[in-house]
């Protein structure tokens, strides 16, 4: 295997743990008002690594300030 194999293995298994561990984070975490957990679980899963890294720093931070959690 190549340097670059290796690399791109590694940045996907990264990218998908991480991925993963959002939406964990957002089931677990995110209050149950309205529908912002199933709206942000579907971006979450439907865009992938994306959708994982948008709520990660646009609604987890302010989720955190409010919540505490």
Same mark, same amino acid.
């Given at each position: 295997m190549t340097f670059f194999t290796?690399? +791109? @293995?590694a940045v996907g298994l990264? *990218? +998908?743990a991480f991925w993963i561990w959002m939406i964990i984070d957002c089931a #677990?975490?995110?209050p149950n008002e309205g529908n912002d957990k199933i709206v942000w679980i579907l971006v979450i &899963?439907? +865009?992938g !690594?994306? *959708? =994982?890294a948008i709520y990660y !720093? =646009?609604? /987890?931070? #302010? /989720?955190?300030? @409010? &919540? *505490?959690?």
């Open positions: 290796l690399i +791109t @293995i990264l *990218g +998908t #677990n975490n995110e &899963v439907l +865009t !690594f994306i *959708g =994982a !720093f =646009a609604r /987890r931070p #302010n /989720r955190m300030r @409010i &919540v *505490g959690k």
